[in-house]
Nanobody
Framework: QLQLVESGGGLVQPGGSLRLSCAAS????????IGWFRQAPGKEREGISC????????YYADSVRGRFTISRDNSKNTVYLQMNSLKPEDTAVYYC???????????????????WGQGTQVTVSS
């Protein structure tokens, strides 16, 4: 059964860090790009980062560039999102999703992804 499972969310103070994981099962991650999205209450889902498969190109939204780092470990079939210098406005449910090989300039389009995880809650608050 094909699955993406996010973990690592939680409550953190402003300025703190979290590392999210996206573990894939039922398919080999090597051939796919993985994107991270987030959705805050009352807001649209936002594409924030993506990592391609072959050349491992990475993409970031302006809102997270310089603070978040996406990486992948194909041997563990897992993609990570290291989040530093967290702000209250980063509070959201974070999702990972799969698309074919290359992120591309439209990596933030949710309709370009075919499988999604269930999400993990990140809350940044003092």
């Amino acid at each position: 059964q094909l699955q993406l499972v996010e973990s690592g969310g939680g409550l953190v103070q402003p300025g703190g860090s979290l590392r999210l994981s996206c573990a894939a099962s039922g398919f080999t991650l090597d051939y796919y790009a993985i994107g991270w999205f987030r959705q805050a209450p009352g807001k649209e889902r936002e594409g924030i980062s993506c990592i391609s498969s072959v050349n491992v190109n990475t993409y970031y939204a302006d809102s997270v560039r310089g603070r978040f780092t996406i990486s992948r470990d194909n041997s563990k079939n897992t993609v990570y999102l290291q989040m530093n210098s967290l702000k209250p406005e980063d509070t959201a449910v974070y999702y990972c999703a799969r698309k074919s090989q290359i992120c591309g300039g439209m990596y933030y389009r949710s309709d370009h992804y075919d499988y999604w995880g269930q999400g993990t809650q990140v809350t940044v608050s003092s």
